[in-house]
């Protein structure tokens, strides 16, 4: 799976967007981008995953630049129960390697 | 929507403790995977089931094993427990076919495990 770089830290202010960038500049084409995230103390959420359109679902928007080296995910309106940490990972779909691994990912903390 | 239940959030067992960990999914997903997450360390798969009594060893299975006697049901073993076993254990299934649900992993919300 090709590796991705996340900025460590990112703060946001509640209700605005927050904007996540991810580089995977050795993405290769069948590789998907995913995003996952951790609240303290909980299990990983999976958010979104997408090849080459963006994408959208009730938590969040997948852009994918079109060259595919870089990707952001959205939060349109960030509340204060979005602070946690967010992966973006890139993996070949139908592949024998099952296992998920995160980088270190971005803590995202949203204030008040 | 998508569930996978752990039997415990916090769990505290001594040093050569047998300890078990349950985790049970209603999704019918034929895939369920047992982490632990360390800081530091990240993610690292000990087992996975793709079917009913089928598991396959991880990155690190020294110290468990595992047991899958029915779909919805994946259990983690620490069959001695030892301090250096204290973690996080994460619980996650997935779909084998049908799109790309099948990358996508659930979680449940973990088990803290501290032997002492």
């Known amino acids: 799976d090709a590796k991705t770089t996340q900025p460590p830290s990112m703060d946001c202010a509640e209700g605005r967007a927050a904007n996540l960038p991810c580089n995977h500049s050795t993405i290769s084409g069948n590789e998907y981008v995913y995003w996952y995230r951790q609240i303290h103390s909980q299990g990983p959420q999976y958010i979104i995953h997408?090849?080459?359109n963006n994408e959208t679902n009730e938590m969040a928007s997948l852009i994918i630049t079109e060259d595919r080296k870089s990707s952001t995910l959205i939060l349109p309106h960030a509340t204060l129960r979005d602070t946690a940490v967010y992966y973006c990972?890139?993996?070949?779909?139908?592949?024998?390697?099952?296992?998920?691994?995160f980088g270190a990912g971005t803590t995202v903390t949203v204030r008040a | 929507d998508v569930k996978v239940t752990q039997s415990s959030r916090y769990l505290v067992k001594r040093t050569g403790e047998k300890v078990f960990l349950e985790c049970v999914q209603d999704m019918d997903h034929e895939n369920m995977f047992w982490y632990r997450q360390d800081p530091g360390l990240g993610l690292r798969l000990i087992y996975f089931?793709?079917?009913?009594?089928?598991?396959e060893k991880g990155d690190i299975p020294e110290g468990y094993s595992v047991s899958r006697e029915k779909k919805e049901r994946f259990s983690l073993i620490l069959e001695s427990a030892s301090t250096n076993q204290t973690s996080m254990y994460l619980c996650?299934?997935?779909?084998?076919?049908?799109?790309?649900?099948?990358?996508?992993?659930?979680f449940g919300p973990g088990t803290r495990l501290l032997v002492l």
């Open positions: 997408g090849l080459k």
């Open positions: 990972i890139v993996r070949v779909h139908r592949s024998n390697d099952y296992k998920l691994s």
């Open positions: 089931s793709y079917d009913v009594k089928m598991k």
């Open positions: 996650a299934s997935s779909l084998v076919a049908g799109g790309t649900l099948r990358e996508t992993q659930y």
